[in-house]
């Protein structure tokens, strides 16, 4: 079978450039004979093509398209977005009209069934994974990027995209909550992330140092009211640290009782549980990119009708 | 003593060694098993047979240790160039012996441990040398490379500015790892659409027809044949790649550094000791495209700054300096009391 793959996302630095990536590499590594991976976003030759973000689905696929949508925000809670005009609208569309739609959990399969013209047998979870350099770090490495990035010696973490301000990241509201401990941010800023008050903000690091910070926080605190998957929570956890987070139904199925769950309101709370969070932390779920890759490749098979 | 008659990276580094030693008033005699390129270098040569470089083979050098024996005696150090020939060592007893290891070992015979000294090509091939104490002399490269043409077509006429090249230079294998470099190719381009991303190589031992096959089928790279001297690629690239599953050292590294060319490596084996991470390139996990890509980038970002950085690394490794390094422990063990 010839998959065309959009790896546009795949250098994006945010979640998506994450998933893009890690699953590339694993369905390299996972094809079985006779299956060829071509990078691209036009399939001519293809048998099966697969846009890993909502913006490569085409609205006139040449063959049978797969897409993962990662969550389906933009349509629950259009309010919030700006992205409501007639783009908006062609990209859904486009999405409807793919063979298979690959989404990260059950919850957000629930959701893309209520909110798009989509058949349930039509919409695969696939469970995301940890990358495999994001592991456990040596006390050495952990003080060594301490000293780099200047953050205190005991602090509670949290990582994603700084670039703009996500009303369902809450990351404002967590900032201006009183605390015990300090308070670092890990992901790619802009300006209005600088004026966050009483934090410390590291921007974007490579996974080695995003390794450390992770094994050097005492707790991942996670206060989003919604998610796709929250791919920061099990990070963590494949870095021995606990995790805590806001009471929703994403995080429940992700972590089940790995984490300490918190209602979404009580932020004070939320960090009152971080800084009372104990280690070793849970191990994180088994799943990995490899399995999550031969799911692809099955889901290929299905969407090409072999 | 040398195991093959044709020259591979082992025996380039031992006559960039001769040479200089030679200059230096050394007297020195090579034993090959069989005529070839060797015999062209200037020195004395004879023959001497080791088996061949299979496992198992190594029992028929038993049926050279006479001669060998006999060649020692006219010389004050037997320096065994890689570890096919170090399978002479058990019939050297009595003899000042250097056994020089150029591959990460999985396994290590008892009768190394007879050699006077034991160097190794980098700490990765070191560490699988556990109580032999081998010193790290790393792989001699020429820093003066005669310039030559690009082996390429030029950029089609008419550009503002030459467009930025990326290359691999090796033989098109798995364990060389140029089929990752394929896979970031898009990559790459999705971010930088004028770059050209060249593979100088090809697979002389034909070892992995269908892997060869993949990458010179790729539209997404220009493929050129092998050329003589890769060293003289280097300077038209803007940065080498090698992408490597396993390497004891890394010479294509040295060869780009020296030449001013920042490098992007798999962190494998000896190369994370070639390469100064953030400086002189990147290092990055082997089979992962995108980090690669981004590498890769970022390395382009930073050419001039990393080039230079590069270029003075790259001293360290250059053939001179090697030739000191390994002169002084030639010395020491021609001399220490047994």
């Given amino acids: 079978m010839r998959v065309v793959f ?50 490569g689905a085409l609205l006139r696929p040449p063959c049978p398209q797969v897409v993962t949508l990662h969550d389906v925000v933009p349509l629950k809670r259009r309010s919030e977005y700006l992205r409501t005009g007639i783009r908006f609208r062609m990209r859904y569309l486009a999405v409807e009209r793919s063979a298979r739609l690959i989404v990260p959990t059950a919850v957000v399969a629930e959701e893309v069934v209520e909110h798009l013209r989509i058949e349930p047998e039509q919409v695969v979870v696939i469970h995301e994974a940890v990358a495999p350099r994001l592991t456990k770090r040596a006390p050495q490495e952990v003080a060594a990027v301490r000293r780099r990035y200047r953050l205190p010696e005991d602090y509670l973490l949290w990582v994603g995209g700084l670039e703009t301000p996500d009303p369902r990241k809450r990351i404002a509201a967590l900032a201006r909550t009183p605390r015990e401990l300090p308070l670092v941010l890990v992901g790619a800023t802009k300006p209005w992330a600088h004026e966050l008050p009483d934090v410390t903000l590291t921007g974007r ?53 790995r984490a300490t769950f918190v209602d979404g309101a009580d932020l004070e709370g939320l960090l009152a549980a971080g800084a009372a969070a104990e280690r070793p932390a849970p191990a994180p779920p088994a799943w990995t990119w490899a399995d999550a890759a031969r799911a692809t490749w099955r889901v290929y098979s299905d969407a090409g009708g072999n | 003593m040398c195991a093959v008659a044709h020259p591979g990276g082992a025996e380039i580094g031992l006559l960039r060694l001769a040479r200089r030693l030679l200059a230096r008033g050394h007297v020195m005699t090579l034993a090959t098993p069989a005529a070839g390129p060797l015999d062209e270098a200037g020195l004395p040569v004879v023959r001497l047979a080791l088996g061949g470089l299979e496992r198992g083979a190594g029992a028929r050098a038993a049926a050279s240790f006479p001669r060998a024996r006999r060649l020692a005696a006219a010389h004050d150090l037997v320096y065994l160039n890689g570890t096919v020939s170090g399978r002479l060592l058990p019939g050297l007893a009595g003899r000042r012996t250097i056994l020089h290891v150029h591959d990460i070992v999985d396994r290590v015979p008892r009768f190394w441990s007879r050699a006077d000294a034991v160097l190794a090509d980098s700490g990765a091939v070191a560490e699988r040398l556990p109580g ?62 004028d770059v050209r991303i060249v593979l100088v190589g090809d697979d002389p031992y034909d070892s992995a027809p269908d892997y060869a096959a993949q990458v010179r089928e790729s539209s997404d790279v220009e493929h050129i044949p092998w050329v003589a001297d890769g060293a003289a690629v280097m300077r038209h690239l803007d940065v080498l790649v090698a992408p490597s599953r396993q390497e004891p050292f890394g010479t294509v590294l040295a060869e780009a550094m020296a030449a001013g ?67 002084r422990i030639l010395l020491e063990a021609a001399v220490a009391r047994a």
């Fill in chain 1, 6 to 55: 959009d790896s546009r996302p795949a250098l994006d630095p945010r979640g998506i450039g994450r998933y893009a990536s890690c699953l590339l590499t694993a369905l390299y590594e996972s094809a079985g004979p006779g299956d060829v991976l071509v990078q691209g976003r036009r399939p001519r030759r293809g048998d099966v093509y697969h846009a890993p973000w909502i913006d």
């Fill in chain 1, 205 to 257: 690091v490579p996974d080695d140092d995003l390794a450390a910070i992770y094994t050097g926080a005492r707790a991942l605190v996670f206060p989003s009211d919604d998610e796709g998957f929250g791919l920061p929570t099990v990070e963590a956890l494949a870095c021995g640290t606990p995790v805590v987070a806001s009471d929703i139904p994403v995080l429940r199925e992700v972590l089940g009782d």
């Fill in chain 2, 132 to 193: 032999l104490h081998a010193h790290v002399v790393f792989c001699p490269v020429e820093l003066d490379v005669a310039p030559a043409p690009a082996p390429w077509a030029p950029d089609e006429p008419g550009r503002a500015r030459r467009r930025p090249v990326v290359g691999f230079v090796g033989r098109i294998e798995p364990r060389k790892g140029p089929l990752d470099l394929v896979r970031a190719a898009p990559l790459i381009r999705a971010s930088l659409p």
């Fill in chain 2, 261 to 327: 060319t920042p490098v992007v490596a798999t962190r494998v084996g000896g190369l994370a000791e070639v390469v100064a991470d953030g400086v002189t390139g990147r290092l990055v996990t082997p089979g992962e495209p995108a980090e690669l890509a981004a590498a890769v980038l970022e390395v382009l970002a930073a050419r001039e700054r990393m080039g230079a950085a590069a270029r003075a690394h790259a001293r360290q490794f250059g053939a001179d300096a090697y030739a000191d390094r390994v002169e």
